[in-house]
């Protein structure tokens, strides 16, 4: 089945009415370049949101004011703002764009045989040890509900959400940027372990204490959630006693992964360490109090997908299994 992604608006106050006599018709996409641009009033940001170039957004939108023959924009060399028609412009497409966007998922699911669908977010290093076999009795007990899954970076998972891009996400509770704005439910503890290389003198240990880190190098991800772990593991380390010696901060997990193989330091992580590849890396876990972080369940309240407490529901009846596995990994 192919859906036509164009928008028409039919203009019926003859004052309004183009020249031509013509329908407007306005493409889908200007649409919503115009709402990511009227959000942030910043062409290189919403540019860069949309993964065009700014002065092809330029062209679109000043297409779409021509369209219109409103003025949708204040702008100038330095500032951009909305005039009082983009303003109210972006007050009412908004949820024509979101009842556009449902509508046309609804139909695709009813296409596929479901009858609605529940959209994952997952750190994705986690997502195997996150989800074990939960998807597979999900599905056995409600399919007609279709899972499907957005993994990325913490803090790209995060805006996600908050974008409502994703119903809910596996994520540690943490004291993360929006979680004022979420709601967690605590599903179960995650281990904290030590990712070494494999020459250190700690990485053949069945397990370390935080107590055996002071003198570490602590790595780490330039991101919003990994600041808020680190304040943790700092906290940690001082009521063990010691100041804890950075953390080195680099761009994402893969590079802090390079850095340790080459002897550039030590992280601190959960338990999801172990299902990263061996090679010249040791995961070792972490004993002690303190030394694990509470996995939830992570949504809007105000989203109403009923698949939320069902997967939630699912979770919890197998959380032996998981306690299970955590300790046979250990």
């Keep these: 089945m192919h859906c036509t992604k164009s928008f028409i608006i039919i203009i019926t106050d003859e004052n309004q009415k183009p020249a031509t006599g013509e329908v407007v018709t306005l493409k889908l996409e200007y649409l919503k370049e115009f709402v990511t641009l009227g959000k942030c009033l910043n062409f290189s940001v919403a540019a860069e949101r949309l993964y065009i ?4 957004l330029s062209r679109h939108i000043s297409a779409l004011e021509a369209e219109m023959g409103v003025r949708l924009f204040h702008r100038n060399t330095k500032n951009v703002s909305l005039t009082e028609a983009g303003a109210f412009f972006l007050e009412k497409v908004q949820p024509l764009l979101d009842m556009y966007d449902s509508l046309f998922r609804e139909v695709r699911l009813k296409e596929e045989g479901y009858d609605t669908a529940l959209r994952i977010g997952l750190p994705y290093y986690s997502m195997s040890y996150y989800l074990g ?3 597979l009795h999900f599905m056995e007990k409600h399919p007609r509900i279709k899972l499907s899954y957005l993994t990325g970076h913490p803090d790209q998972i995060i805006d996600a959400l908050m974008r409502d891009e994703v119903d809910l996400l596996v994520i540690a509770h943490m004291s993360f940027r929006h979680a004022d704005k979420i709601k967690f439910h605590d599903l179960f503890e995650e ?3 030590v990712l070494f290389p494999r020459n250190h003198p700690l990485a053949n ?3 370390v204490t935080i107590e055996d880190l002071a003198g570490e190098t602590f790595l780490g991800v330039e991101s919003n959630f990994f600041a808020s772990t680190w304040t943790y593991i700092q906290n940690l380390c001082r009521t063990h006693g010691f100041e804890p010696h950075g953390p080195i901060r680099y761009n994402q997990l893969e590079s802090v992964i390079i850095a340790i193989q080459q002897g550039a330091g030590i992280i601190v992580e959960g338990q999801n360490l172990h299902t990263l590849p061996r090679k010249d890396l040791a995961a070792v876990p972490l004993v002690g ?3 694990s972080r509470t996995v939830s369940v992570a949504f809007r309240e105000e989203n109403p997908n009923p698949g939320i407490p ?3 529901s699912v979770f919890e009846q ?4 998981r306690q299970a596995y955590d300790r046979a990994d250990q």
């Design 191 to 193: 281990p904290y372990s």
């Design 289 to 291: 109090d303190g030394c």
């Design 133 to 135: 076999q939960v998807p």
């Design 310 to 312: 069902l997967l939630i």
């Design 205 to 207: 240990r069945k397990s």
């Design 53 to 56: 170039t700014q002065p092809v």
């Design 318 to 321: 197998h959380l032996p299994a």
